[in-house]
């Protein structure tokens, strides 16, 4: 299976509540909910003390404005990269959003996810 393959709005309906999710766990600072969906290879490559200093130490991190702002879709090879736009609550300016989509055993997975 193929996520590539799939239409820009389906993937906008998959993305769109996974990255609620991030926003929602990262602003909560649940560094165990924030992981929940992403890939084996993912959380295998993840420092969780790392992350939850991050966590603790990121005004960003902690301060994630809701609905971001859709700007597109990049498919390469097994992926599909969501980019939003994204504020914060506490710091003025915006920054750009990655989701990394793709599918592991079956179910759609995230492979990576940033905001720089």
């Known amino acids: 299976m193929n996520i590539t393959g799939v239409s820009d709005e389906e993937i906008l309906e998959i993305a769109r509540p996974l990255w609620d999710h991030l926003i929602k766990s990262s602003n909560d600072g649940d560094i165990g909910e924030f992981s929940r969906h992403f890939s084996h290879s993912l959380l295998h490559g993840l420092n969780m003390v790392e992350?939850?200093?991050?966590?603790?130490?990121s005004e960003l991190a902690r301060s994630l404005a809701p609905d971001p702002e859709f700007l597109g879709i990049i498919r390469r090879g097994q992926h599909v990269t969501v980019l939003f736009r994204q504020r914060s609550t506490k710091k003025e300016g915006e920054w750009l959003g990655r989701l990394v989509l793709?599918?592991?055993q079956g179910e759609v997975r995230i492979f990576g996810a940033s905001v720089f």
């Not at 992350?51 to 130490?57: I, K, T």
């Open 102 to 104: 793709g599918y592991e």
């Open 51 to 57: 992350a939850g200093h991050q966590f603790a130490n």
